[in-house]
Structure formats: C-alpha cells, structure tokens
C-alpha cells in the first residue's frame, strides 16, 4: 500500500521561501520517479517539478530558478524549496509517485502566498 504524506504548506509573503516535504512508504522508494504537483481553486492539477531515481530533474517554466525539487533516499522523502514564491503560486500541492504507469498521490499541503 502506497502512502504519501505531505508537510511543510503554510501562508507566506511574496518573495518567501517555503520547503515541502513528502514521506513516501509502502514502496521501495529509491527506484521510483517523484513529483510535485499543485491545483489552484477552479483550474487543473499542473505538475510543478519531477525527480527521477537518478536524481534528474524537470520543472514547469513558470518555476524555474525558483523551485529546487531533490530526494533523500535514505529517508523515502522527497522535497520541494521554494523560493521567491508569488501570489500565483497559491495551491494545494500534491506529491506523486509514478509507478509502472500509475499515479499515486498525497492529501495535499495548502500554499498560500499573500500579503
């Protein structure tokens, strides 16, 4: 049974920082691609930024240089540092593990980002 838990959403100003963090278990974690996603009221699941085994990485462009995505494997959590966030960065994030085809997914952490 694959379980993610997610942490570390929270209000910010514009131009803070954030960490999400995500415990993944009840898979072996260390072989599986991970990913950030986030959906904001009324528009779709976007994903945010994704991290292969072997620790490459994608990011969606209106994140890029802002957001670091990166694993330990040791620990079966993967992460998201956020920095210099903005207003429309304001979503519930969701962490996703891709197995053989398949979507798993976390309850979601609220990200806020107002003055």
């Known amino acids: 049974q694959v379980q993610l838990v997610e942490s570390g959403g929270g209000l910010v100003q514009p131009g803070g920082s954030l960490r999400l963090s995500c415990v993944a278990s009840g898979s072996i974690f260390s072989i599986y691609p991970m990913g950030w996603y986030r959906q904001a009221p009324g528009k779709q699941r976007d994903m945010v930024a994704t991290?292969?085994?072997?620790?490459?990485?994608n990011y969606a462009d209106s994140v890029k240089g802002r957001f670091t995505i990166s694993r330990d494997n040791a620990k079966n959590t993967v992460y998201l540092q956020m920095n210099s966030l903005k207003p429309e960065d304001t979503a519930v994030y969701y962490c996703?593990?891709?197995?053989?085809?398949?979507?798993?997914w976390g309850q979601g952490t609220q990200v806020t980002v107002s003055s």
């Open positions: 991290i292969r085994s072997v620790g490459s990485t």
């Open positions: 996703n593990q891709y197995r053989y085809g398949l979507n798993y």
